[in-house]
């Protein structure tokens, strides 16, 4: 099963709020969990990412909390700016020489001034 | 770090005819590179895999002689949309990897 599923499909958080995005997947194979955001027009940039060995990483106002028991990961994106309004989509990846992506369906963030 | 550039960012053509979107790597050598599909608020969908010196890879119900791709060198692929319909409208991305990244997208309006 190559699917990842993506929740929730839109978010409005106010201003230095914590927003959460959280996704799951079913093949056990997947050992690499990009997040990315995307601005209308524009192709995904790489937030952060992280691998199935660590359950946590921190860059900045972004965390991903990795579950892998549970085969969950989430995106925490703590103060919460209007600037981080934008589509955000995790992805997971097989091993492999090129690494293809397996997108969620995208969280539709709205941060309120 | 490694830039991938995509070309045009907007296109607008009609319908019956071929439009062809390239994908650059700048500063390094690409076997593999993607393309992608994404309609309004959707994920972005794999339509094909591009191997330099060989055929692509397509994903199940994408037309391979719709949309063709060639990967002549390194350092380019292209994706040629044949014979445009107005529901091949949408906005189509190329990627040469996760270490790389994704190109700037290109929007493609058939009228």
């Known amino acids: 099963q190559q699917q990842v599923k993506q929740s929730p499909q839109s978010l409005i958080v106010q201003k230095g709020g914590i927003s959460i995005i959280n996704c799951a997947y079913e093949?056990?194979?997947?050992?690499?969990f990009p997040w990315y955001q995307q601005f209308p027009g524009k192709g995904p940039a790489l937030l952060i990412a992280?691998?199935?060995?660590?359950s946590e990483k921190k860059e900045g106002r972004f965390t991903i909390s990795f579950n892998k028991s549970a085969k969950q990961f989430s995106l925490h994106i703590m103060d919460s700016q209007p600037g981080d309004s934008a589509t955000y989509f995790c992805a997971a990846s097989l091993s492999g020489s090129a690494r293809q992506l397996t997108f969620g369906s995208g969280t539709q963030l709205t941060v309120l001034p | 770090g490694a830039v991938v550039s995509q070309h045009p960012s907007r296109v607008i053509c009609k319908s019956g005819t071929s439009v062809k979107i390239e994908c650059r790597s700048l500063d390094f050598q690409a076997t593999t590179m993607f393309w992608y599909r994404q309609f309004p608020k959707q994920s972005l969908m794999l339509m094909a895999t591009?191997?330099?010196?060989?055929?692509?890879?397509?994903e199940q119900g994408v037309e391979k002689d719709k949309f063709l791709i060639n990967h002549a060198s390194l350092t380019l692929s292209t994706l040629t949309v044949t014979s445009a319909h107005p529901e091949d409208s949408s906005f189509y991305i190329c990627?040469?990897?996760?270490?790389?990244?994704f190109g700037q997208g290109t929007r493609l309006t058939v009228v």
């Open positions: 093949n056990t194979a997947f050992d690499y």
């Open positions: 992280i691998r199935p060995d660590v």
């Open positions: 990627s040469a990897g996760y270490r790389v990244g």
């Open positions: 591009s191997n330099e010196g060989s055929k692509a890879t397509y």
